[in-house]
Nanobody
Framework: QVQLVESGGGLVQAGESLRLSCAAS????????MGWYRQAPGKQRELVAR?????????ADSVKGRFTISRDNARNTNTVHLQMNSLKPDDTAVYYC?????????WGQGTQVTVSS
């Protein structure tokens, strides 16, 4: 089992910044992909950004140039961060942390991000 603990999120105004973090612990493997997905009301869950254990990143087109994903790989804990700048009302959603390794898929409980105009 892998445990994911998310932090960050909240209510901000358009143009402001937020930082999300997610720590993975438990039965983690060195080779993995961690990322952030989001789900707005009435919409499907979508990829925001993800990063492999060796630092390769993927971003949704809608966040390129505004969001930056990074990670820290400690022996027993892998932590992923999402720095979100120039936030827009369209970024409002529940953000979920994800850990993936060879078919093992784990999700965090979700953290609300609300951007007011």
């Amino acid at each position: 089992q892998v445990q994911l603990v998310e932090s960050g999120g909240g209510l901000v105004q358009a143009g402001e910044s937020l930082r999300l973090s997610c720590a993975a612990s438990g039965n983690i493997f060195a080779i993995n992909i961690m990322g952030w997905y989001r789900q707005a009301p009435g919409k499907q869950r979508e990829l925001v950004a993800r990063i492999t254990n060796n630092g390769h990143t993927t971003y949704a087109d809608s966040v390129k140039g505004r969001f930056t994903i990074s990670r820290d790989n400690a022996r027993n804990t892998n932590t992923v961060h999402l720095q979100m700048n120039s936030l827009k009302p369209d970024d409002t959603a529940v953000y979920y942390c994800n850990y993936w390794n060879e078919g093992r898929d784990y999700w965090g409980q979700g953290t609300q991000v609300t951007v007011s105009s």
